[in-house]
């Protein structure tokens, strides 16, 4: 049916509720859109919280709206209490665990905060050091320590490249760095000196003019960096630097910036560093 519907969505986890938002929002992606209201609920992990998180629930399911709950408790008494409540919930450990307890012949032993807690030390100092790399080094700063990038991205003014790299460093451990192409390189037509040694690593972000004219207008309106004339320019531009430097393009005008970080990891041969 195409009808709208009047959703309220809760994700409702003893910990930070990454899992149980990711994993819902992926499934209601399946769906019309319809007019929805996501929450977030973490650290319900004891009765207490999670009665006052029913009632607020019930409080809206009175006022007409459908509600969708996606749980991720690990505590079984808090889980079958949620369960037995006149609303839908998808309680995502029951659904996946048996299943899987059935082919690893063996039963799971649920502990709150396993999957987005620190967990290993060393793991999550990896990643904290992945996350300070990239900061120093985003936007072309730092530029003699790329030696420890395992990744560097090209491309204009507000192509992408901060958050991407961002990303691959908090969601991979990748220490990513990015270098901004100004008019100056465009122009030119060749890689900056500060590029050169490291272009087996250097891949190049592009993007539509219009969407970047978009982008550019919401940061400094009716400026001359936001024109529709300079943005057509730059890629232009970029593109050619990029032919004839013959390095990787990836478009990034239709990719979130999770997809544009995944594609990257399987262009330029990465793993997970934890």
């Given at each position: 049916?195409?009808?709208?519907?009047?959703?309220?969505?809760?994700?409702?986890?003893?910990?930070?509720?990454?899992?149980?938002?990711?994993?819902?929002?992926?499934?209601?992606?399946?769906?019309?859109?319809?007019?929805?209201?996501?929450?977030?609920?973490?650290?319900?992990?004891?009765?207490?919280?999670?009665?006052?998180?029913?009632?607020?629930?019930?409080?809206?399911?009175?006022?007409?709206?459908?509600?969708?709950?996606?749980?991720?408790?690990?505590?079984?008494?808090?889980?079958?209490?949620?369960?037995?409540?006149?609303?839908?919930?998808?309680?995502?450990?029951?659904?996946?665990?048996?299943?899987?307890?059935?082919?690893?012949?063996?039963?799971?032993?649920?502990?709150?905060?396993?999957?987005?807690?620190?967990?290993?030390?060393?793991?999550?100092?990896?990643?904290?050091?992945?996350?300070?790399?990239?900061?120093?080094?985003?936007?072309?700063?730092?530029?003699?320590?790329?030696?420890?990038?395992?990744?560097?991205?090209?491309?204009?003014?507000?192509?992408?490249?901060?958050?991407?790299?961002?990303?691959?460093?908090?969601?991979?451990?990748?220490?990513?760095?990015?270098?901004?192409?100004?008019?100056?390189?465009?122009?030119?037509?060749?890689?900056?000196?500060?590029?050169?040694?490291?272009?087996?690593?250097?891949?190049?972000?592009?993007?539509?003019?219009?969407?970047?004219?978009?982008?550019?207008?919401?940061?400094?309106?009716?400026?001359?960096?936001?024109s529709q004339k300079q943005c057509?320019?730059?890629?232009?531009l970029l593109d050619a630097l990029?032919?004839?430097?013959?390095?990787?393009?990836?478009?990034?005008?239709?990719?979130?910036?999770?997809?544009?970080?995944?594609?990257?990891?399987?262009?330029?041969?990465?793993?997970?560093?934890?």
């Amino acid at each position: 049916m195409d009808q709208k519907l009047n959703l309220e969505v809760f994700f409702v986890s003893d910990r930070t509720g990454i899992t149980a938002e990711a994993l819902g929002r992926s499934l209601l992606t399946q769906f019309n859109k319809s007019d929805r209201r996501y929450t977030v609920q973490p650290y319900i992990d004891t009765e207490k919280k999670l009665s006052a998180l029913i009632q607020q629930i019930k409080a809206i399911k009175n006022d007409g709206r459908q509600i969708i709950v996606f749980s991720t408790l690990s505590d079984k008494t808090l889980r079958q209490r949620l369960i037995n409540e006149d609303f839908f919930v998808l309680d995502l450990f029951a659904t996946c665990l048996p299943p899987l307890q059935i082919t690893m012949k063996q039963h799971s032993s649920p502990t709150i905060g396993q999957t987005h807690g620190m967990g290993n030390q060393n793991r999550y100092l990896a990643r904290m050091d992945a996350v300070n790399f990239t900061l120093n080094v985003d936007d072309g700063l730092r530029t003699r320590d790329y030696k420890r990038a395992d990744i560097i991205l090209a491309g204009v003014s507000r192509s992408g490249k901060t958050p991407t790299c961002l990303y691959l460093a908090m969601q991979f451990g990748i220490r990513a760095a990015n270098y901004p192409l100004v008019d100056n390189d465009l122009e030119k037509g060749r890689l900056p000196h500060a590029l050169k040694p490291w272009k087996a690593k250097l891949y190049g972000l592009t993007i539509d003019p219009d969407s970047l004219q978009k982008i550019r207008q919401s940061r400094i309106p009716d400026s001359r960096y936001a024109s529709q004339k300079q943005c057509r320019k730059e890629i232009k531009l970029l593109d050619a630097l990029y032919q004839e430097e013959n390095i990787t393009v990836v478009e990034s005008s239709s990719m979130s910036v999770e997809e544009l970080a995944t594609t990257l990891m399987q262009k330029a041969g990465l793993r997970r560093q934890f």
